[in-house]
């Protein structure tokens, strides 16, 4: 339990700076829907000169930008990225911080197993990104209300939203892993933002290829907010893929933690 | 009773050595000394001991218990102190102090500050603003707060002025009266000397010999320096017993363990101007020691 107050001590102030910026984001884009929903058709047309398939990577193909749910389906691309690399840089930084700062031997020689430094800095990791997740999805309601002063089905963008956490998990759980697989990590966020980059492009990739494998590669893929407009619900086999995704980078992250020897300053 | 018992502890760090085969023992309430120059592989032994590194074979235990298996029970009552102290900084000393006592049970906060007092350390600054000496005691009473059975410290007096080496000396053997028992490693052998009991003397990840200090100091080594009358054959000296055997011009030093009267005999037979016989230093056995081993 120190472990954890300890970490979240040390982590929450840059988590409310993280929130707020994406809330800023939402805030810049959702002011430009006034604007823009009332020239969807105009920008419809436009598009349709595009060839398809950059349409579909670009994600153009299947949001109604007049809609509220539609606009803002279009512009959460921008929150989920963002979210994402935030998610990606706690989880590395979790682990690997103590090695970066050389508190390592400090911690490590504590009368605690390792399995206890694992299970304290993963909920102390949880712990951010739901924290996250609650002031994000509080505050993009609120953005989302007052700006396009329209009415939208509140379930659907709670659902939408809380694909950002269930994406979020799956980049915490990657970076858990890749921070105690490489060896020396110096800098936490370029590496955040190229994994994020890679996995977007895979996105990308798979939106304009429609190929069915390529899908399961990127957490971008799971949860297709066109279709959560259309149905209201998750995809199952891709919640299912998510959910096994993550449990098996945590696993690997226990077993090899427990294993490794800690790189002496 | 054997607080420490390590048995052909070997690790490699991938295919470089790290230490091959270490095994010896620390019996309670000693001050243990363990000595050898840099990257002989006393940090690895160390870091071993406290799992913070896995053996690639042999085994050590501590307190009777094996010190992979059941580590965490075994470092409840182990205070350690890294050779290089890096904290988190934008704490304050305080708030790293009570942070490295809430992971042991029943800690008197009286302790930290007694400690703390001790070795003069200012508890409301920031540790980024410490000096690497001021670091270092904040490292000397994180590892003994917790009133521990067993400390071990890597090279601990490195940033410590003098006075504040001898506060420290002061305060492990206060410690050591009151039972504990201490692994002291260093590069420093005087500092050693000054301490420990025994020491454990390590090469290039091999333990080279345990000794008593008091055996090691009185093994009848003595250094001869002689000043002939004429030059001296090279060979001349050649006996066995001798090392460190140094000849420039008609000056001739070396240390000799073993019969006196055999040296006597040798210079009977020549013509000597000068003569010293003293008890060599420690830091000039442990010299020895190296070589004859090389």
Not at chain 1, 27 to 46: N, R, V
Not at chain 1, 213 to 222: G, N, V, W
Not at chain 2, 38 to 54: C, E, P, Q, V
Not at chain 2, 218 to 237: G, Q, S, V, W
């Amino acid at each position: 339990m120190n472990i954890y107050r300890q970490e979240m001590k040390m982590s929450l102030r840059s988590m409310i700076s993280w929130s707020l910026g994406l809330l800023l984001v939402l805030l810049f884009f959702m002011f430009m829907f006034t604007a823009i929903s009332q020239d969807a058709a105009l920008i419809t047309q436009m598009t349709s000169q595009f060839p398809p398939a950059v349409v579909r990577a670009l994600g153009l193909s299947s949001l109604d930008l007049s809609t509220v749910l539609g606009f803002y389906g279009y512009v959460y691309l921008f929150i989920l990225l963002t979210g994402s690399v935030y998610a990606l840089k706690s989880g590395i930084s979790a682990l690997s911080e103590e090695v970066r700062a050389k508190t390592a031997d400090f911690l490590v020689s504590k009368p605690i197993t390792r399995t206890t430094i694992v299970t304290a800095k993963i909920m102390s990791v949880i712990t951010l990104v739901v924290l996250q997740t609650v002031i994000y999805i509080g505050g993009a309601f609120i953005i989302t209300q007052l700006i396009t002063n329209q009415y939208f089905d509140e379930a659907t963008f709670l659902m939408i939203n809380l694909s950002l956490f269930l994406v979020e998990l799956f980049f915490v759980g990657l970076g858990l892993l890749l921070s105690v697989i490489i060896k020396r990590i110096k800098t936490v966020l370029p590496i955040a933002l190229g994994i994020v980059f890679v996995f977007w492009i895979l996105q990308m990739l798979n939106q304009s290829l429609a190929d069915p494998i390529l899908a399961y590669l990127t957490p971008f893929a799971y949860f297709d907010i066109a279709k959560i407009i259309a149905t209201g619900s998750y995809e199952t086999v891709y919640l299912f893929c998510d959910a096994i995704l993550i449990a098996f980078f945590t696993v690997l992250t226990y077993i090899i933690y427990q294993h490794k020897d800690m790189p002496s300053v | 009773m054997n607080v420490i018992e390590i048995n052909k502890l070997t690790k490699y760090y991938g295919k470089s050595r790290g230490i091959v085969d270490v095994s010896f023992n620390v019996q309670e309430g000693e001050i243990f000394g363990f000595i050898g120059p840099n990257g002989a592989g006393k940090s690895t032994t160390i870091r071993t001991l406290l799992a913070l590194i896995y053996p690639s074979s042999g085994s050590a235990k501590i307190f009777g218990k094996d010190c992979i298996k059941e580590g965490a029970a075994i470092r409840q009552h182990i205070g350690y102190l890294p050779s290089e102290v890096f904290y988190y900084d934008n704490m304050k000393v305080i708030d790293l102090l009570k942070y490295s006592a809430s992971f042991y049970p029943d800690v008197d906060n009286k302790r930290i500050y007694g400690l703390a007092e001790i070795m003069d350390l200012d508890l409301n600054r920031k540790i980024d603003d410490l000096s690497y000496g001021n670091k270092k005691k904040v490292g000397i009473v994180q590892g003994l707060l917790h009133s521990p059975k067993l400390v071990i410290l890597d090279e601990p007096t490195g940033g410590l002025d003098p006075l504040m080496q001898r506060k420290f000396f002061e305060l492990i053997h206060l410690e050591n009266k009151k039972g504990v028992t201490v692994l002291f490693s260093s590069h420093i052998l005087s500092e050693v000397q000054k301490i420990c009991t025994r020491v454990g003397i390590i090469k290039e990840g091999k333990m080279v010999k345990v000794e008593e200090i008091s055996t090691l100091e009185h093994n009848n080594y003595k250094r001869f320096r002689i000043e002939m009358m004429e030059l001296t054959p090279a060979d001349y000296f050649s006996l066995p017993g001798i090392s460190s055997l140094s000849i420039e011009d008609k000056a001739v030093s070396f240390i000799f363990n073993g019969d006196i009267n055999k040296i006597i005999e040798k210079l009977y037979a020549r013509k000597v101007i000068n003569l010293i016989v003293e008890e060599p230093s420690l830091e000039e056995i442990f010299m020895h020691y190296y070589e004859k081993e090389a």
